[in-house]
């Protein structure tokens, strides 16, 4: 977890990022990166049950809904929830079949990270996606 090489793999092979607990308001951290992530070219599926669209993109329920309407082609799953939640997130994302998990700044939780590098996937926990990114350095994707 946390390693530099699996940071660098999830920066360079995912498209499309699923941000579990997006907001549709500017001003809020999982709109700021998001937007910015999305301007690079990454794909944003927002997942909350509460807004009805994102940065021009629909907005879904839960991980499931936005998994079927997207034939299975959401490779990262962004957490912008709190801690309590992630469990729930977590096991989803394993029954899904989701190959990337990134648990933003300030969201932790060791077991569920655990249990979700025992089911393969590839885990990233209290880090900013936009901050790896940029220390990464940007690129344009196609």
Known sequence: ??????????????????????????????????????????????????????????????????HEALGGEIELVDVFRAPEYVPEVVKETMRLRIPYLWLQEGVVHEEAAKWAEDAGIRVVMDRCL????????????G
């Open 130 to 141: 936009l901050k790896e990114r940029m220390a990464a350095g940007w690129k344009q994707r």
């Open 1 to 66: 977890m946390n390693e530099p090489e699996i940071i660098q793999e999830i920066l360079d092979l995912t498209r499309t990022i699923a941000v579990v607990g997006m907001s549709d308001r500017e001003g809020r951290a999982s709109y700021g990166v998001s937007r910015f992530m999305q301007s690079r070219g990454y794909r944003i599926v927002p997942v909350n049950p509460l807004i009805e669209r994102a940065l021009g993109e629909q907005a879904y329920p839960d991980l499931a809904a936005a």
